[in-house]
C-alpha cells in the first residue's frame, strides 16, 4: 500500500466521525498531514517572519515569497480556531503549506496572526484584518507583490472575519479598494448560537450572547451587488453548519450579483484537511483557487 492510499483511508476514516470529536480530529488531521507537508516543495521560497502590523503581541505576520518577483498577486490568509483560539502556526506545517503553495505558484503569501476572544470581542477580529491589509497595502511592494491585487483568504473563524471585512460595508476604509477577490474556505459567515452548533459558547465570546444581534453582525447578511469577487469552499465532513453557512454565502451573492460564485465542495475532506492538504500532491482545491486568482487579479 503506498502513501496515497493510507491517506485516502485515513480521511475515509475520520470523516464520518469527524462532528462526534470535532478538536480530537483536528489534532489527529493535523499530525497526520505533518509529514507529507515536511516533504513538500517549497522551491526556493524565502519566509521573512514575526513583522508587526499593530502594537498588540498577536498581530504578527509572516511573507511568503520568491526573491525577485515582481507584481505578483498577494494572497493574505487568515487562521480558523473558533474565535477564542488559533495562531497561524497551527503546526510547524500547517498553516505555512498554504502561503507555501502561493509563493511557489508565483503570488506573495502572507499569514497572519489576530487577537483572540474573549478579551477581543468583535469587532477585533476583522479590525485585525483591516489592519493586515493596510500593513500589505504599505509594503507588499517590498517583497514583490502588487498592492492593487490582494486577496483576502480565510479559513472557518478566519474566514468570518476576512467576509465582515470584504462585505460589511461599515468596515470599508481606504485599503478596501485593494481587494481584488475574497477566497472563503469552509467559512463560519452567520454567528449561531443554536443547540446545533458544537461552538455555540465559543461564537458567543465573540459576539456576545444576545441573538437578536447576529443577523446583523454575520458577514452574509451584508452581501451586495458590489461585493468582491468570491471562491467558496467547504468540505464533505464539516463542523456542523459549516457548509450550510457557505451555502447560504453562495446563494446570497449569487442574489445579489445575479450569478452563482465559484463553488467547490471538497469531497472525501474534512474541516482541518481542506487547508491541511494544501501544497501536497492533491491540488484540486489549489488549481482552482489560483485560477480564481488568475482570472481576477488587477492588470500590472
Known amino acids: 500500500m503506498d502513501d496515497s492510499d493510507d491517506l485516502d483511508r485515513f480521511l ?12 480530537a480530529n483536528v489534532r489527529e488531521v493535523v499530525a497526520r498531514y505533518g509529514p507529507l507537508l515536511e516533504a513538500a516543495p517549497r522551491d526556493g521560497v524565502q519566509v521573512t517572519q514575526d513583522v508587526a502590523y499593530g502594537a498588540n503581541p498577536r498581530q504578527r505576520l509572516d511573507v ?14 487568515v487562521h480558523g480556531g473558533a474565535f477564542v483560539e488559533g495562531e497561524r502556526n497551527r503546526s510547524e506545517q500547517v498553516y505555512s503549506n498554504v502561503l507555501h503553495y502561493f509563493a511557489r505558484h508565483d503570488c506573495v503569501g502572507i499569514n497572519i496572526e489576530y487577537r483572540l476572544a474573549p478579551d477581543y470581542p468583535y469587532p ?7 489592519l493586515a491589509l493596510a500593513w500589505a497595502v504599505a509594503h507588499v511592494a517590498e517583497y514583490g507583490g502588487d498592492p492593487d491585487s490582494v486577496f483576502l483568504m480565510g479559513h472557518s473563524a478566519g474566514a468570518a472575519h476576512v ?3 470584504a462585505y460589511d460595508t461599515r468596515f470599508r476604509d481606504a485599503a478596501h479598494r ?6 472563503i474556505v469552509s467559512g463560519r459567515v452567520r454567528a449561531d448560537n443554536s443547540a446545533g452548533n458544537p461552538n455555540a459558547r465559543k461564537v458567543e465570546a465573540y459576539y456576545g450572547t444576545d441573538a437578536s444581534m447576529y443577523d446583523d453582525v454575520s458577514p452574509v447578511a451584508h ?7 468570491t471562491f467558496i469552499a467547504f468540505a464533505q465532513y464539516e463542523n456542523p453548519l459549516i457548509d450550510v453557512y ?17 463553488l467547490m465542495r471538497l469531497e472525501r475532506h474534512n474541516h482541518t484537511s481542506i487547508v491541511a492538504h494544501i501544497n501536497t500532491d492533491e491540488d484540486r482545491l489549489g488549481a482552482s483557487l489560483r485560477d480564481f486568482v488568475a482570472a481576477h487579479r488587477r492588470p500590472a
Open 223 to 229: 452581501v451586495a451587488d458590489d461585493s468582491p469577487p
Open 64 to 77: 511568503f515569497a520568491k526573491p525577485g518577483i515582481v507584481r505578483a498577486p498577494v494572497v493574505l490568509f
Open 246 to 262: 457557505c451555502l447560504e454565502l453562495a446563494h446570497s451573492i449569487a442574489k445579489a450579483a445575479r450569478r452563482a460564485p465559484p
Open 124 to 130: 477585533c477580529g476583522t479590525e485585525d484584518v483591516a
Open 178 to 183: 485593494h481587494v481584488a477577490g475574497v477566497l
Open 163 to 165: 467576509a465582515s471585512y
Open 12 to 23: 475515509a476514516d475520520i470523516g464520518p466521525r469527524w462532528a462526534q470529536g470535532v478538536a
